[in-house]
Every structure is written in structure tokens, then in C-alpha cells.
């Protein structure tokens, strides 16, 4: 059975490229735009793996992650963050939420497969 990656971005695009470069890997992709619906989602398939945007209408990146790494259903769910936030701090700041690893915007897209078998493997 294939690993399963969460994706949740505002950014079509961004869902679209991060989907694509995963599903030729072999990975079955869940997706939203919405932090409410992801953390839903989380909740409803146990995904092996989120890979969260942090800066999103409504409830954010920062709010899911709390969210999550609180919550006994998902807290052992292994979640990236993918943001453009990249001044300096803002890694620190961002995994001091309890996420696993951090990628910044545009993501690299030869390494981007190579972090998430980091963290969960092949597919």
C-alpha cells in the first residue's frame, strides 16, 4: 500500500507541483487549500505525512500545527513545513511549532522528493 502525503496549500500551483513530483514517486496524495479541512483530513486518513504551508486565509499554517502536535489522533504525524517565510528567525519560529522539517518557497524540486523519504520512506 502506498504512503499517503497530506497537502495542504492555498496555492493551487503549489498543491499541483508538490502533488505531481510525489505521485511519480509513487506516494497517494491527499490534498486541500483550507487549514480546517486539512486538520479534518489528518484527523480522517492518518496521512504518513503533512506537508503544510504556513501562511493560509483563514486558520494558518501555525495555528494546524499547533493544532495537530496537540492532538492525540495526529500527534505523531510526521509534518514539513513549506513556506516562503525565510527571513532569519523564521525556521527557528517554525519549528519551535513541533513540526519536523522546514522547506522554503519555491521548493527545490530534486530535493523536495529526497527530505520527504527522509521522513517517511519510499513509497
Not at 523564521?90 to 522539517?101: C, N, Q, S
Amino acid at each position: 500500500m502506498a504512503k499517503k502525503i497530506l497537502i495542504i496549500d492555498d496555492n493551487e500551483k503549489n498543491r499541483l507541483l508538490m502533488s505531481d513530483i510525489l505521485q511519480y514517486r509513487g506516494y497517494e496524495i491527499l490534498q486541500t487549500e483550507d487549514g480546517e479541512k486539512g486538520v479534518s483530513m489528518a484527523r480522517q486518513f492518518q496521512p504518513d505525512l503533512i506537508l503544510l504551508d504556513m501562511q493560509m486565509p483563514g486558520i494558518d499554517g501555525f495555528a494546524v500545527a499547533k493544532i495537530l502536535k496537540s492532538d492525540t489522533l495526529t500527534k505523531d504525524i510526521k509534518v514539513i513545513a513549506v513556506t516562503s517565510l525565510a527571513m532569519k528567525g523564521d525556521k527557528e519560529r517554525i519549528l519551535a511549532l513541533g513540526v519536523d522539517d522546514y522547506i522554503a518557497k519555491p521548493i527545490d524540486t530534486r530535493q523536495f522528493p529526497v527530505l520527504v523519504e527522509k521522513y517517511i520512506g519510499s513509497a
